[in-house]
């Protein structure tokens, strides 16, 4: 079935440093991802996403890059700030799960000044 | 717009009472999905409903029911409750189901005592 796979955290980073947070799929055809961001006591909120092969989503100094060939998804930010730290989720939807979004575990992300 | 809203935002209970909690989804959006989240198994599916039709349901105990109503408000109910129910309860919603973009309510912070 279809999984997403994260790495884990805590990711600790100073203040402007590059940032990338890996994410791999599994399912079959081409599912949409999707990266969400929960900040502290706030529920999740979509960051960016990408629908097919190659396509790139970008948000908020964030990018990903939708590669079939590796089935990644990975996030990336060339410069992060304080105010980026947050809990990073990536998820999958798919014909196979019948759409329904399918989570990766999540990756705290916690930027020191 | 106004965002998603999840009522209460605290609630605590004792083992064995019942729980309701509820979500009022975005004005025009007809899918509702329920989360957990606790720290140890991270985002698990309850389940969706689009059009007060339950669509998708994940691995959770009959204990865990829903509904949703013609106006696309959706409550959740958990009966006989267990310490392990203790979790942040997110509600998302979306135009037409989890493969569009989700927007997440602050969750209910239930503890079980």
């Known amino acids: 079935g279809n999984s997403v796979t994260q790495m884990e955290g805590p990711v600790t980073l100073s203040e402007e440093a590059f940032l990338t947070i890996n994410c791999t799929y599994t399912a079959t055809g081409y599912p949409s991802l999707f990266w969400y961001v929960q900040y502290p006591g706030e529920g999740l909120q979509l960051l960016l996403k990408a629908t097919k092969a190659d396509d790139k989503g970008s948000n908020k100094g964030f990018e990903a890059t939708y590669r079939k060939e590796t089935t990644s998804f990975h996030l990336e930010k060339g410069s992060v700030q304080v105010s980026d730290s947050a809990v990073y989720f990536c998820a999958l939807s798919g014909m196979d799960s019948n759409y329904q979004l399918i989570w990766g575990a999540g990756t705290k992300l916690i930027i020191k000044p | 717009k106004a965002g998603v809203t999840q009522t209460p935002r605290y609630l605590i209970k004792t083992r064995g009472q019942q729980v309701t909690l509820s979500c009022s989804p975005i004005?025009?959006?007809?899918?509702v999905s329920w989360y957990q989240q606790t720290p140890g198994q991270g985002l698990q599916f309850l389940f969706e409903y689009f059009s007060e039709t339950q669509r998708n349901k994940g691995n959770f105990p009959g204990r865990f029911s829903g509904r949703q109503f013609s106006n696309s408000r959706s409550e959740m109910n958990v009966s006989t409750l267990e310490l392990g129910d203790s979790a942040l309860y997110l509600c998302a919603s979306s135009l037409w189901g989890q493969g569009t973009e989700a927007f997440f309510g602050q969750g209910t912070r239930l503890t079980v005592v």
């Open positions: 004005s025009g959006h007809r899918s």
